[in-house]
Structure formats: structure tokens, C-alpha cells
């Protein structure tokens, strides 16, 4: 099992930037396929970017070019690098982690971080 932390969401002007950052805790967070969604009142969750074991990443085509996931294994964690904001970034950021072994899969989330962009 794994927790999640996230931390670096808060309010900044459209076209300014954010990091966002997802600790992780009590597995081995390399095996981990990680990812951030996002989530607005009354929509569902939906994916931003996801970055494998391998660190192959994908993207939303709403962020593609704007935002970057990365992953630091020694450390840990996961983050989101936003440019670029824009007020339809506004969201409750979520970390997510999933692992796939021995046929079966497990998912896990973070509490959210707020994210607000003022225009």
C-alpha cells in the first residue's frame, strides 16, 4: 500500500506557473505507475498526465505543451510542473498511484491540492 501527499497548489494569475508535488510513502514508488487528475465541482475526475515505471509520460490535450510530470525515484515523489495557467486550470489536483502486478490492480489517491487561477 501506498500514501500520497500532495503539496504546491494555491492561486496565481493566468499565464503564471506552478509545481505541484506528490510525496509518496510505505511502498516501493518505482513500481508505481503515477499520475495527477483534476477535478471540478459537479465534473468528474479527469486525467492531466501519467508517467509509467519506464518514464514514458502522457497527457491531456487541454495541458499538452503546458504542463510536465516528472519523477524523482530516489526521492520518492511525483510532481507536475504547470506553465502557462490558465482560469480553466482551476481544479482540485489530485496524485494518483496504480500498480499492476501478478494480475491485479491497485489504485490509490491523494487528499488534492486546490488549485486557483484568477484571469
Known amino acids: 500500500q501506498v500514501q500520497l501527499v500532495e503539496s504546491g497548489g494555491g492561486l496565481v494569475q493566468a499565464g503564471g506557473s506552478l509545481r505541484l508535488s506528490c510525496a509518496a510513502s510505505g511502498s516501493i514508488f518505482s513500481r508505481y505507475t503515477m499520475g495527477w487528475y483534476r477535478q471540478t465541482p459537479g465534473k468528474q475526475r479527469e486525467l492531466v498526465a501519467t508517467i509509467t515505471t519506464g518514464s514514458n509520460t502522457n497527457y491531456a490535450d487541454s495541458v499538452k505543451g503546458r504542463f510536465t510530470i516528472s519523477r524523482d525515484n530516489a526521492k520518492n515523489t511525483v510532481y507536475l510542473r504547470m506553465d502557462s495557467l490558465k482560469p480553466e486550470d482551476t481544479a482540485v489536483y489530485y496524485c494518483?498511484?496504480?500498480?499492476?502486478?501478478?494480475?491485479?490492480?491497485?489504485?490509490?489517491w491523494g487528499q488534492g491540492t486546490q488549485v486557483t487561477i484568477s484571469s
Open positions: 494518483n498511484a496504480v500498480l499492476s502486478r501478478f494480475g491485479s490492480v491497485n489504485t490509490y
